[in-house]
Every structure is written in C-alpha cells, then in structure tokens.
C-alpha cells in the first residue's frame, strides 16, 4: 500500500513562506493525480492544490491562487507545496493525498473530479497576525 509522509510545516508571521514536502514509498507521482489538503478545527478537510500525471498540469483552490504553487520531483518521489504570502486563515493541518483509485484507506474525499483515499499524517501550518 503506498505510503505517504509530509513534512515542513512550522509556524510562521503573516506575509511569510512555507514549503512542504509529501514523500512517497513507491514512484506513482507519474501516474497519479496528486493533492494537498487542509483541515482547520472545526471545519471540513478541503482541496488545496492537484497536480496531475504526465505534463504535470496544476489547479488550486480560489482562496490559494497566486500564493501557492504544486510541484513534484518524479526522481526523487516527492510532490511539494510551496506556499507565499501566508495568511492567518491558512492555518490548518496539511495533508498530502494520492488518488491511486484501489486500496489505501477508508477516509475518502472528492476534489477535482477524482477520489483520494491515500493520506499523510499531515503536517501543521500556523500563520499568526
């Protein structure tokens, strides 16, 4: 089963980056729609950014546009989320998710037309004023 861990949050000031990094037990970011997500406390898990197999297409989320950018390193097996210009309201646990279609677990999401049911552990970003 493909495993998936996340790395690089922290706490930053408002105005500041981040860059996070979802490495992967097996090489699949060639043939898998990747995503990140993220869950505040209280609210559901939402879609952030996908970056797509092959030609590596991106989509992002309205409220990250312009800020975020979703990139991978087939070599090395790692999807990256670089994130700028951070915003108190970008607080949230960060979790990276493959939309392998069979197995992984029982937590399942829709975002972008595709199901991700392959998730991090997560990583969390705070963003303070």
């Known amino acids: 089963q493909l495993q998936l861990v996340e790395s690089g949050g922290g706490s930053v000031q408002a105005g500041g980056s981040l860059r996070l990094s979802c490495a992967a037990s097996e090489y699949t970011y060639s043939v898998y729609a990747m995503s990140w997500f993220r869950q505040a406390p209280g609210k559901e898990r939402e879609g952030v950014a996908t970056?797509?197999?092959?030609?590596?297409?991106?989509f992002y989320a309205d409220s990250v546009k312009g800020r975020f950018t979703i990139s991978r390193d087939d070599a090395e097996n790692t999807v990256y989320l670089q994130m700028n210009s951070l915003k108190p309201e970008d607080t949230a646990m960060y979790y990276c998710?493959?939309?392998?279609?069979?197995?992984?677990?029982?937590?399942?999401?829709?975002?972008?037309?595709?199901?991700?049911?392959?998730w991090g552990q997560g990583t969390q970003v705070t963003v303070s004023s």
């Open positions: 998710a493959a939309s392998v279609g069979v197995g992984c677990g029982l937590y399942r999401r829709w975002y972008g037309g595709r199901w991700y049911a392959c």
């Open positions: 970056i797509l197999p092959g030609e590596g297409s991106a």
